[in-house]
């Protein structure tokens, strides 16, 4: 590593989950030219399972930040460059070069290395470079500033900026022409002004640089595209049959079009995989909840469960773990590669948690062995992490089974479908008060609809059914939990 590498250290997009390759970045908190220390977060960024804030792993002055908010940056890409020895006078800062030109002058990393997750801090890259040739007017620093600010954009690794062409080239006062550009001669503009372009329609390449060093400002992009109007006025009216068209624009200006990505994106992939991959049955079962309706207003006043979450869901859980204690086979899944059902002696609780950035299901490590006020708690601490968008990609992995609470949408029940890996989905209705036979007798009483959704290649018609009739029982008889436990 040269000395210009050991003082300009890049610290690359980690590898936040399980095998992850890419996450977009929401928001930066910090720009070129703040103060950074090691364990600082620096922006938060969203992988196809949480948001996730990045520390960095140095301390020092930020010198370059290579992508705007919301672009989807390959885990491995240097995302920021920090100066971790600003005292020690000016220097040539490393200059970020296109994809396509750091990889004719980069060497592969050998295969198989990987970012390192976050909270450990990012290794120097082992990355060996070949020596550059100077190109014409490069010594200068302005044009080596222009590069890293400008063409750094394009989130390629960063390189050191070639040394001046001769020891009077320093000394020479600067001239006004443009600094060369790189090899593939991309126009200079900074980022909003390329964001700018792209809206606008108009390409970087024709349009007349005004800023200093051959920059292109956004004068000039807005000069290009009033060039480019006149040709575009006076559009003939669209037929009256296209405007019913898809690929009319008449049309297309009246929708919205969202990038799939993200959380969406992954949710699409695993219930894709997940319906085309595990047989589904879903079974039904309406059931008078008045006592344990009843039980949930007795434990809010109760002093061991002072400051905790208490609602019908946390019932419905319990009475979900007792229902699996009673049928342990339900609690399993298909390993499609040995051949094999796995039964496992372990409950991890998924609760399917609608948030702003998408439905995720975190669940509930070992579930099963923890008492009321203690599941009472990890449910509340969830459900409040979710909603932040708080949830560590940890949290959402090695579930068994899942509750879906359809009902705080006023809905009265669904066909859930299996959370990728799991044997089996309940899904809690709204409870309603409907008229119901009690002792003989149609009273008002507080129903609910509950559907239990499993992989009808390990849990067959009568097991499936045993598990959803136990959770009735149970809400139906809230007592059962102390004698069926």
Same mark, same amino acid.
């Given at each position: 590593m040269t000395a210009t590498e050991q003082r300009f250290?890049?610290?690359?997009?980690? #590898?936040?989950?399980?095998?992850?390759?890419?996450?977009?970045?929401?928001?930066?908190?910090?720009?070129?030219?703040?103060?950074?220390?090691?364990?600082?977060?620096?922006?938060?960024?969203?992988t196809a399972k949480a948001a996730v804030e990045l520390p960095c792993p140095y301390d020092g002055v930020v010198r370059a930040v290579h992508f705007e908010e919301g672009t989807t940056v390959d885990v491995g890409t240097s995302i920021i460059v920090v100066d971790t020895d600003p005292g020690a006078g000016p220097a040539d800062a490393p200059a970020a070069e296109s994809a396509p030109a750091a990889e004719a002058? @980069?060497?592969?990393?050998?295969?198989?290395?990987?970012?390192?997750?976050? /909270?450990?801090?990012?290794?120097?890259?082992?990355?060996?470079?070949?020596? +550059?040739?100077?190109?014409? /007017?490069? /010594?200068?620093?302005?044009?080596?500033?222009?590069?890293?600010?400008?063409?750094?954009?394009?989130?390629?690794?960063?390189?050191?900026?070639?040394?001046?062409?001769?020891?009077?080239?320093?000394?020479a006062p600067p001239t006004p022409a443009a600094p060369t550009l790189p090899t593939a001669e991309r126009p200079l503009a900074k980022p909003p002004v390329r964001k700018l372009a792209k809206d606008l329609g108009i390409d970087l390449a024709t349009v007349t640089p005004t800023g200093p060093d051959g920059v292109i400002t956004r004068e000039d992009v807005h000069a290009a595209a009033s060039a480019a109007a006149p040709a575009a006025e006076a559009p003939a009216p669209a037929p009256a049959a296209d405007v019913a068209t898809g690929g009319s624009e008449a049309v297309r200006a009246r929708e919205t079009r969202i990038p799939i990505k993200g959380v969406r994106k992954a949710t699409?992939?695993?219930?894709?995989?997940?319906?085309?991959?595990?047989?589904?049955?879903?079974?039904?079962?309406?059931?008078? %909840?008045?006592?344990?309706?009843?039980?949930?207003?007795?434990?809010?006043?109760?002093?061991?469960?002072?400051?905790?979450?208490?609602?019908?869901?946390?019932?419905?859980?319990?009475?979900?773990?007792?229902?699996?204690?009673?049928?342990?086979?339900?609690?399993?899944?298909?390993?499609?590669?040995?051949? @094999?059902?796995?039964?496992?002696?372990?409950?991890?609780?998924?609760?399917?948690?609608?948030?702003? +950035?998408?439905?995720?299901?975190?669940?509930?490590? #070992?579930?099963?062995?923890?008492?009321?006020?203690?599941?009472?708690?990890?449910?509340?601490?969830? %459900?409040?992490?979710?909603?932040? /968008?708080?949830?560590?990609?940890?949290?959402?992995?090695?579930?068994?089974?899942?509750?879906?609470?359809v009902g705080v949408f006023g809905v009265d029940t669904g066909t859930p479908i299996l959370n990728p890996g799991e044997s089996a989905i309940l899904a809690f209705g709204a409870v309603k008060l409907q008229p119901w036979v009690h002792k003989g007798k149609v009273?008002?009483?507080?129903?609910?609809?509950?559907?239990?959704s499993?992989?009808? +290649?390990?849990?067959?018609?009568?097991?499936?059914?045993? %598990?959803?009739?136990?959770?009735?029982?149970?809400?139906?008889?809230?007592? +059962?939990?102390?004698t069926w436990a």
């Open positions: 250290r890049e610290f690359k997009m980690p #590898d936040v989950g399980e095998g992850l390759t890419e996450a977009e970045i929401l928001k930066w908190y910090v720009q070129p030219g703040d103060t950074v220390t090691d364990g600082q977060v620096i922006c938060e960024v969203e002058e @980069e060497e592969a990393e050998p295969q198989g290395r990987q970012a390192v997750l976050v /909270g450990y801090g990012a290794a120097p890259s082992s990355t060996k470079r070949r020596a +550059r040739k100077a190109q014409p /007017g490069a /010594g200068a620093p302005a044009a080596a500033a222009v590069q890293a600010e400008l063409n750094g954009h394009a989130g390629a690794a960063v390189q050191p900026a070639p040394a001046p062409a001769a020891p009077t080239a320093s000394a699409a992939q695993a219930m894709v995989k997940s319906a085309f991959t595990a047989p589904h049955v879903t079974e039904f079962i309406t059931v008078d %909840v008045t006592r344990t309706m009843k039980l949930v207003q007795e434990l809010k006043q109760d002093p061991d469960m002072a400051g905790l979450r208490v609602n019908p869901l946390l019932l419905v859980a319990k009475a979900l773990l007792v229902a699996i204690k009673r049928n342990p086979e339900i609690n399993a899944s298909w390993d499609e590669e040995n051949q @094999e059902i796995v039964r496992k002696d372990y409950v991890n609780l998924g609760i399917a948690a609608a948030t702003p +950035r998408g439905l995720i299901v975190p669940n509930i490590k #070992d579930a099963g062995t923890k008492t009321l006020p203690q599941l009472a708690a990890a449910l509340g601490e969830l %459900v409040s992490t979710a909603r932040e /968008g708080k949830t560590a990609p940890g949290d959402m992995a090695g579930g068994t089974v899942t509750i879906t609470n009273k008002p009483r507080q129903v609910t609809t509950l559907a239990l499993f992989d009808h +290649r390990l849990v067959d018609g009568e097991l499936g059914s045993k %598990v959803l009739a136990d959770i009735a029982a149970i809400l139906e008889h809230p007592k +059962r939990l102390i």
